[in-house]
């Protein structure tokens, strides 16, 4: 993992062993090239880049190179091509890559029938120069602060039109077998079934159920027992929660 969050990148060992580079300013594109290539001659087999929004709009990135050479619309003909190189070096790498960007609230001003003018929400708007999501081979959003995610692109037929998910290790190994060539069924299911079996509240493993409607057939028996599994969870915690006997709560100065 590239790192320009401030050391982020180690805050998830718990899910299994990997590396990181950190990357610190200036973000111009050849550092970012610099390390992506670091990581490449290290055998790595997949690259996670958090983020590449720094490429753009972090100190030393592209717009503050611009404003230094002067900020005019000329002198992005010196920094296109560095930019351009930066996009050409994660798409033409040996290794899988996987990139990800900050987002910020997008407005507009507009004016009402009265003529006043008003600021107009657009929704989010990703940080890097426009067009970035047309090189992708996939692209998810996550949409909101349940991690739920939707397909805005998508070359691989896989998630795109599906209702949205959680993104898990089972998402990876369909991508993984899909760039592999070596997608078959058992491969599919599989990989549904370390979804299914990941999920920890009702709700999700409706989104799972309805993001896969070919399967649904061949899913639905492990969607139920996982479903009873969670219910029988619940269940005992609310139990115990009824048996605390009511002396023992006067004890400790609950009424």
Known sequence: MIDTENGSANLYSELGNYNTLRLDSPYSPERYIEALRTAENASMDV???????????????CLELHEKLGGRFQDWAKITPRHQEFIDAILQSKCHVITTVRRKV???????????????KLGTKEITREGFE???????????DNHLAIASKDRTGLFMNKPEFVITH???????????????????????????????????L????????????????????????LENVQSQVISRKQIIPTNKLSENGIN
């Open 47 to 61: 690259i996670i880049v958090d983020s590449i929004s720094h490429e753009w709009n972090g100190k030393g990135g």
């Open 106 to 120: 997008d407005y507009s001003m507009d004016r009402d029938r009265n003529g006043k003018t008003k600021v107009v």
């Open 134 to 144: 047309y090189e992708l081979t996939l692209n998810l959003e996550l949409i909101n």
């Open 170 to 204: 089972g998402t990876g190994k369909i991508l993984m077998n899909w760039c592999n060539d070596g997608e078959s069924e058992k491969d599919i299911l599989d990989a549904i079934n370390d979804e299914i079996n990941q999920c920890t509240i009702v709700e999700g």
């Open 206 to 229: 409706r989104h799972i159920y309805a993001k896969y409607p070919n399967y649904q057939v061949k899913i639905k028996d492990a969607i139920v027992q996982r479903k009873t599994e």
